[in-house]
């Protein structure tokens, strides 16, 4: 009697047991197709160290912690589901393309390709494929590029942020946006008409009929913003091509006098270029820095341009480095800071600042200050105050966006004052070396404190 009544208890804890594992498992599945996978997550993980042979439980695991950005953890439980689940080698793919290992992605894309046969993906598939392998090409060879500051901009703004000593020529844009170079003796100039770029030389006063340059130059849809170096031989500009990561991409070519011809174009690669749109590479040898622009991470009309310590030769990042670390420098979402250099300026002819109008900088504070974002991650950027969810990120956003508009403020005086010192003599610079030095300190500390507060609330959002 002991003995049956035994079974029977035993009989019905198992019952039980297979009954709340199964409510447990249509909760899951119902999480699951409902797309909340944050919250079908730990149910799924639960179901999964009961059963770790259960291939539909290590699927979802996997597929809830791709979904959470949580890649590394999930590629090994995809590939223990490959063979039920095709899926699992797009999903692979993903993880992949996302940690910036390009010839792995390329690799599970094309199993799951090979393994689907025919599926709705492809198209999209063919294209991850094409954006790793040029990912693949170019982050072996990423320049260490120290920066030295970067300012948020509206782009029919841009040109305030290149203060170029004369040395360096002159830039000038036109009203659809197009940027003409001229270069420092004002007798040849580089521009864009149409979607191709052209030189023109000027002999004396007047200017000869203006020149295409050949197909080795204009080989993309559409070329602009055009700067040639001092030695007259060396042309950046920026191109919409085939072989760019996206968009526009910034290429070098070289002029050779013997020929009379231009070698072929080449992209000149991270960190310079992105999937963003990158141009108006400009290299002031004189001051020691150079400056480009790119509208990765930014929204609506704005840019940022970077400025950047210019080396004679520039050094690429060892492969050895962590494939993490390596795409964070490829991104420019981490690199090597460096000052500005001290230059000190041949003596000029005294001549006066030509001022900014009243009108323009107030357009000028207006537009920079009506395109202030909040990056949250590479998915997720905020507008608006009310898409804050935690108070305290909210009300340090807002003494964090007071900084930026700080910043912002001081970065035009700062352009204002080297605008004005590149343009005075030599005694008159004499008194304007301090104010803009302690414009540059505080331009540091407001930086500091833009970065800290960032930093802190990312955390608290997340």
Not at 126 to 137: D, L, T, V
Not at 266 to 278: A, K, L, T, V
Not at 309 to 321: D, R, T
Not at 368 to 386: A, G, H, M, P, R
């Amino acid at each position: 009697m002991k003995i049956f009544t035994r079974f029977i208890l035993v009989s019905l804890f198992i019952a039980s047991a297979v009954s709340m594992t199964a409510q447990t498992a249509k909760q899951a599945n119902q999480l699951f197709e409902a797309g909340k996978y944050a919250e079908a997550l730990p149910v799924y993980e639960k179901l999964y160290a009961g059963s770790p042979n259960n291939l539909l439980y290590t699927y979802r695991v996997a597929r809830c912690l791709q979904e959470a950005g949580r890649y590394a953890e999930a590629l090994p439980l995809f590939e223990k589901t490959e063979k039920k689940y095709t899926l699992s080698y797009f999903f692979e793919g993903e993880c992949f393309q996302a940690m910036w290992k390009p010839d792995d992605a390329i690799a599970a894309y094309r199993m799951y390709i090979i393994e689907s046969m025919s599926s709705d993906r492809t198209e999209y598939v063919q294209e991850q494929i094409a954006i790793a392998e040029k990912r693949s090409r170019y982050i072996h060879r990423v320049l260490d590029v120290k920066i030295i500051d970067s300012v948020y901009i509206s782009k029919s703004d841009l040109l305030s942020a290149y203060p170029l000593s004369k040395d360096a020529g002159t830039l000038t844009q036109s009203a659809d946006g197009s940027v003409t170079h001229t270069n420092q003796r004002g007798d040849k100039r580089f521009f864009a008409q149409g979607t191709a770029l052209y030189q023109q030389s000027r002999l004396l006063s007047e200017w000869e009929r203006a020149e295409i340059l050949p197909a080795t130059v204009n080989r993309g849809s559409k070329q602009d913003y055009p700067f040639c170096m001092s030695d007259g031989t060396t042309l950046y500009f920026a191109a919409q091509a085939e072989d760019g990561m996206g968009g526009w991409d910034i290429y070098m070519t070289r002029y050779n006098p013997a020929t009379n011809t231009y070698a072929a174009a080449e992209n000149i690669g991270f960190p310079f270029n992105s999937e963003g749109n990158d141009y108006l590479y400009v290299v002031d040898e004189q001051m020691g820095v150079g400056y480009f622009a790119t509208d990765r991470r930014c929204t609506g009309d704005q840019v940022c341009v970077y400025t950047f310590l210019a080396e004679s030769k520039q050094s690429y990042l060892p492969m050895s480095m962590p494939a993490d670390q390596l795409a964070a420098f490829a991104q420019l979402k981490q690199y090597h800071r460096a000052e500005r250099p001290v230059v000190e300026l041949q003596e000029e002819e005294e001549e006066p600042a030509q001022e900014e109008t009243k009108a323009k900088v107030a357009k000028k504070k207006a537009a920079t200050e009506s395109s202030v974002f909040f990056i949250v991650d590479d998915n997720t950027v905020y507008t608006k105050l009310k898409d804050f969810q935690n108070a305290d990120a909210k009300d340090l956003y807002k003494q964090y966006a007071g900084w930026q508009k700080e910043l912002t403020e001081t970065n035009e005086k700062l352009v204002e004052k080297r605008r004005a010192y590149f343009e005075a003599s030599a005694k008159k610079r004499l008194t304007m070396t301090r104010p803009i030095l302690e414009l540059e300190k505080k331009r540091s500390e407001l930086q500091a404190n833009i970065d800290k507060a960032a930093k802190k609330i990312r955390k608290l959002e997340k």
